[in-house]
């Protein structure tokens, strides 16, 4: 789990009203001397460790054509970067970083110019200039942004430019987008001001970016000190002075602090610097706790209600994840490609839910009702929506004050195939302290993605650790980066094999070949004397004795069982096991209330609070279940009686209740100790050579017993023809659309033998997904488009109705739309709608699911409207609220509203949108 944290402090601002005097509607500079010296004695910067800007590379952005002064400004900063002003800063050089000149590399000229900004959308800005590739920044970029007059920028403080401040710099964070983390500018407002007032702005902000691009040179922040948190320039405003270029022009710059010298300095002469050394970091080597085998993960996302954000962003995410270059680096872990489920959607939002108690029960009832089927590579992201109301451990998790993300498992080994369900809590990063402490992009969305990237390498690699237990993903938390062309954002990972934290392989090198499964260590049972051998039990439970629980015990000479009715003590008497028990045991025989035989075992279940003493200790004490027999012969045609006897495990028995099993239900548990004690009784005479018994084989090992509607809790059965300890025997697998028995089992996950739509009236069932049978509901609409192929980015294809056709497209998760040949009744699922073509004898039509599109024609009948639309969202909103719309068709900037369409207009560069 990852706790929230403070977000960047970036730079202050260039504070106009301590510098610059209003004159004739112009800001100019003042003839201020410096003030205040006695207070700036012994003044120290401290370098925080941050990166600093070794040799800047400035550009310029026009912000809109008409800035005043770039040719000034331009040989200003060309000046600048190359003066004696830079030799300012060798100084604060570290070991590892020396600052040196600079240069100017170019401009760019903005034409969509917004008037009114914040420090956020200035920071959106230069994202999206790197995202489009206006920019391409490294470690020494710059970006000296001129706002024309009549541009306003608020601060992160809510500062207002020419108001509360004059200039100010900042970082943004690219690592989820580019292969840098940071990238620097400032914000320069006009301001009314001349070309050498902006000198001052410019050199101002220019130092403090140098030396304090993020948590670098500046004065301790230390409450009631004098300059507390300064910056480089802050230090000496108002303070300037003019240096003039080979050219004899004469700019005024801003003087800056000088720790050597205790006083401010406009320039200085150039001293040699001693080329830094990078030191060799320290080897980190992650080891594997545990035998390495292959892994895999198979994800499906839960949305804890309608309303949680990015539902269909996050599912195309995890399905791209699974198979992307991520899984290239851990595969040195050994791991392999993962697969994803549909997603879950909670309808309603439960309330007050607590992740370690209720939370838990609500996975276990969703396992219970077959809603989700967990197995042994399961994974389930939980992302919630906005005031959920679920807490972590007493602490809310809405607005992240606490937490990012919430790890966490619930057993299910009990009602499921699988021991754990291993899940990971995100709340909403849109709202709240999750928008500024969950991560450093200003998308809250590739957060999310980074956190559950990061998620996912930590439940593949959790028993990968360093010798002091850092992980392959703590080992480079926060660190990011863009997958897919910057489409989605990753967190890097660990690699052992590079020493660096990396979200792909370095160019040309390959995946690690994945291990071989371990060889498991053979067991064969061998039948060591009569023991108890029952060849038809009978006393037990009639949901047990006759399923194929018992059918798994054939191989071991035990049939099908039988259940006598219950016999109930009307008051518990005081007993112990090895004085009294028997005593009354043989009383009941000897009055007629049971008539044990030879095949005969007695399940003793106690009330609570019941006074069973064993060798003088109560039964919750000394074992969770106990097993043996008793000589009746002497009152009985039968030599022995067989028992087991089982204290109450509910919530009023004590250690009963917490240390007899891993289930939180206590009746799963009586269930798992009773079938282990028969189990012990009918084939504890089965051994190894070496004196295993199956119970200790399967040690622990329980899995769910599914009769009908009902799930029953057993312990697992050694198999020696199976070589596994299994519940059942194993059934063979039926292909995919192949016909099918209902109680077989279909090969591919979420697909079941069931009867088609079109085969009820046959009642032939075949395996298919489970949103293609009779009856099966499916939120999912299909908007039919007529007269058309798509060639290319085919998934499968075979031959079906058209209601599976759809279906199947449903329950594939990269399936984006089916082409179905009318003659031939084949349906072809597609990853993409790329390269279209008519069928002008309308044997093929393409459907495509409510929120998809189909790219390349266009149709001219059943017309609505025609509106102006500005893109393909748009286009669709404009649909969703047009009664009777079914489709939009958008082109460059218009919308043509369609009822069902038929007729084919011509091939265009027309989408037609299904709403």
Known sequence: MRPARSPFEYGRGFVNDT??????????ITTSQPQDLHRRANLLLVNGGGPMISNIEITLIWYDGSVPYQSDLTAMNTFLVQSDFMNNFIEYATPTQIIGKGTVVGSYTETNIRTSLTDNDVKTYIRSLV???????????????????????TDNTGAVSCQGFGAYHNAVYIGDIYNIELTYFAVLPMCGGTPSWLGVATSHELAEAVTDSWNGWRVADVQGMAHSGDEIADICEPQSGSVVDPNGRSWSFSKIWSNAKQQCVLTTAYQAQ??????????IILVNSVTTVPKTIEITPIFLGASASFQTELAAFYNVLVTSSIFDVLSEYGVGQGTTKTSYVEANTPSSLDIESTLKTYLRNLVNSGTLQPNINSFYPIHLPPNSGVTAQGQAMDGCNYYCNYRSSVYVADISQAQYIYFEVFPDYTSGNCVSYCGYSVEPLRNIEASASGAVVSQL????????????DTLCSWKMAPLNGATYSVQKLWSNKY???????????????????????????????????????????SAIVSSGYFDLLSQYGIARGTVKPSYIEPTAPSLDQSSSFPTYIKNLVRNGAITPNSNSFYAVHLPPNTDFKVQGQSICQSSCSLSGSVYIGDVSSTTYLYYGIFPDYSSTSGSCSTGCGSSPEPLRNIEAYSSNTILATIIGNWKTSNGITSNTICSGQVGPLKIGSNIWTVRKVWSNQNQACLVVPPVPLINNWQACQITDVCASSGWVCCVA???????????????VCAGASSTLQWLPIPFTF?????????????PSCTGWCASVSNCVGAVYTKSTNLCALKSILGVSQASLNNDGVTYIPSGGWAPGFDFWDNAISTLSASGIDDCRGKCSRTVGCVAGIYGPGVCRLRQPCSKLARLYTYKCLCK
Request: aromatic share 8%; proline share 10%; hydrophobic share 25%.
């Open 19 to 28: 510098l610059l005097s209003h004159t004739n509607s112009l800001w100019n």
């Open 790 to 802: 798509y060639q290319g980015g085919d998934i499968a294809q075979n031959v079906m109705s058209v």
């Open 461 to 472: 690699t959790t028993t990968w650790t360093t010798s002091n237990g850092m992980a392959a």
């Open 131 to 153: 995202q489009t590739g206006k920019i391409t920044p490294n470690q020494n970029s710059y970006y000296s942004i001129y706002m024309k007059d009549g541009v306003t920028v």
């Open 499 to 541: 020493q660096t934290c990396l979200s792909a392989l370095p160019s040309g090198q390959s995946p690690t070949p994945l291990p071989s499964n371990p060889t498991q260590t053979p067991y064969t049972l061998v039948k060591n004397g009569n023991g108890a051998g029952y060849t038809n039990l009978a006393s037990f439970y």
């Open 274 to 283: 001693t080329q830094p050394t990078v030191p060799t970091p320290a080897t």
């Open 757 to 771: 739509p079109e085969e009820i009236s046959t009642g032939r069932p075949t395996c298919r997904p489970s949103n």
